[in-house]
């Protein structure tokens, strides 16, 4: 469950401010746990999942089993916003674009303790908007710049 204090959603140690003018919706079929939730651009154009997440291993392994499940044919990459350090995984579909973000957080992973290491992000679009597009949009950047860890 997220924690909201001064205009900031918290998990732990970590957390993130929605951006100005997103819309706020309940909590996504595509999230991969219930300690988060999903916004939409201003136009709706594209939807954020935003999630903790429990995983034994690095935000990097993570996406690594999501690409082997869903078998999309992509690899993890690096991505760094600012000064984030992070993995994306494409997971674009004929009729939709798509990328899961994923960083570690709260200390990472720890063997030793069951806590909510990964903060996931969730990025689609069934309008088909190029990955660019959404990347540098505001309501995209505005939140990643908001994402303390």
């Known amino acids: ?3 909201y204090k001064n205009g900031r959603f918290y998990c732990g140690d970590a957390s993130f401010a929605l ?9 996504s079929e595509y999230a991969t746990s219930h300690d988060g939730l999903t916004i939409y651009s201003k136009d709706g154009q594209y939807s954020m999942d ?3 997440d429990t995983f034994d291993g690095d ?3 993570d996406l690594e089993n999501m690409a082997e499940e869903q078998e999309c044919g992509f690899s993890p990459v690096p991505i760094v916003f600012g000064s984030l350090h992070g993995w994306e995984l494409n997971q674009d579909h004929p009729d939709a ?8 957080v709260n200390g990472g992973y720890d063997p030793g303790e069951e806590k909510l290491n990964i903060l996931e992000i969730i990025v689609w679009s069934k309008e088909k908007l190029p990955w660019e597009t959404i990347k540098n949009s505001k309501t995209f950047c505005d939140l990643l710049g908001s994402i303390q860890s």
Do not use: E, H, Q
Not at 19 to 27: E, I, K, S
Not at 97 to 104: E, L, N, S, V
């Open 50 to 52: 935003i999630s903790f």
């Open 1 to 3: 469950m997220l924690t």
């Open 97 to 104: 674009t798509g990328r899961t973000i994923a960083f570690d």
């Open 59 to 61: 935000a990097k392994a």
């Open 19 to 27: 951006p100005d003018n997103c819309m706020v919706d309940g909590f």
